[in-house]
């Protein structure tokens, strides 16, 4: 596709939030990024529009070129706060020549809702923070009200916040097969199968040891999340083995969650939703994304719309408190009809949670490196689906509790947890608003250690790499004793 707007920065200090911001804009293949002046005049010389960024120690010089300089602007940059100053003018010098593609204004992060805490957290009402959204952050009244609700939702979970207590994250990073959408640092079975062992064996140790380690520092988990991934991808006997050891190592009667995110309905057998049931997890997630079946066969999955109904069936028989359905809004070919049968089934199992994730087109993912071979709903059309969606299970009572973005979503939207009132997961608020330590397990898992008093955590990752983790496991061990300690 023909680039229609360059996009010079002689500096890199907001690269991500000048380039997502753009991006709201106008496609991404329509932008061409660059730090060389040179190029940048060539091509206003051609007549391709262009954004001029100049930015030293004090200011920031804005231009804008339509066949000509249509705007320029100067800013004086003082604080951290002059970064939302700074998108703040670029997105009014943008908004006059395109039209903007996103509800949220200028927040392009993960984490919208965070900063509704932040404001509460400085005593601001309901109604300030709602035009301090509207006004600084420019953010639409329907995205203000969703910030604003699961912030009130999560405020009970969250605060106090307790600093003996953390979490416990263990990663299973293997998937029986690669959905197309995928960008996830998992493992193909077929191809990397062979090394589950070794890895189960060195992550029973790694989990062993971070556990020592947070009673050391007279500390408890209270919360236990194991992801991937597809942990159902390890057999019942390997599954059960993982969690007798855990089990054998915690008081489980002080674990306030204990989730599996048992997730493709072809992993799911009874006997190890037995063994889960018999080693204390009481949440689970069978994430059927469609229920479209040829929706599931050209996204790489394995199961059919009746799996997913046996899985679900059993799970509830074996009786665990609560169980998460995943859904996908925008997958290749879906229209408004097939999202709204899918919700109208989901909501027929009655379950507890709900996420309802937008489609992001992922640079890692299968999807982008043939994208015109599969047809993708259109922005609106996809808003339209989360539309549906949100009204739909709010009329059986599950409401969001939780939220968050992503890179390259269609449409620049957001993915959403629903809840019952009771079923909040823990384990997902404090990931989304790290305001609470976890402590991370295995090959791709991130640890992050939460200073409240400080309002600021650090990031600890463990290698990505299957390889590497089990190369280089002393180096693990290493961190987990340093970061568990605040070293």
Sequence with gaps: MQVQLVVYKNKNEIHFEVDALIEIFLPATQIAFTDSIESFNELIMCGVSGVYLNTDETSVEMRLYIDKVLEERTLFVRSETDRHSIKRHLYH???KQYKPTSEWGILVGIR??????????????????????????LVQPNKINLMIEVAKRERPHLYPNRKESVSLYICIP????????????????????????RYLE?????????IAQVELANKEIDCIYIGGGTPTSLD????????????????????KEYTVEAGRPDTITIE??????????????????????ETLIQIGRKHDDQMIIEAFKAA???????????????????????????????????PENVTIHTLAVKKASRLIESLEAYELAHDQTVSEMLAISDQELRTVGLTPYYMYRQKKM???????????????????????????????CGAGAVSKICFPDENRFERVANFKGLEDYLDRFDEILLKKEAIINHK
């Design 174 to 197: 293997f998937c029986p097969t690669r959905c197309v959408y995928c960008s996830f640092p998992s493992n193909d079975m077929k191809v990397k199968g062979k090394l589950l062992p």
């Design 316 to 350: 509830r028989e074996i009786g665990f408190r609560s169980i998460n359905m995943d859904l996908i809004m925008g997958l290749p070919g879906e229209t408004v009809d097939d999202a709204r049968l899918t919700i109208s089934k989901v909501i027929g199992f009655r």
């Design 93 to 95: 010098m943008l908004e």
């Design 112 to 137: 919208p809702v965070k900063i509704v805490h932040e404001l509460l957290d400085q005593a601001y009402d309901e109604q300030q923070i709602k035009e301090i959204l509207s006004e600084e952050y």
């Design 272 to 293: 190890k939703l037995e063994i889960m049931k018999r080693y204390g997890v009481d949440r689970i997630c069978i994430n059927p994304q469609s229920f479209n079946n």
């Design 202 to 210: 060195l992550l029973l140790e790694e989990v062993s040891y971070a």
């Design 236 to 255: 019942a006997s390997q599954l059960e083995t993982l969690l007798q050891m855990i089990q054998s190592r915690l008081d489980l009667n002080r674990v």
């Design 410 to 440: 269609i449409g620049h939207l957001e993915n959403v947890g629903y809840a019952l009132d009771g079923f909040e997961s823990l384990y997902n608020m404090r990931i989304m608003e790290e305001k609470h330590t976890i402590v991370a």
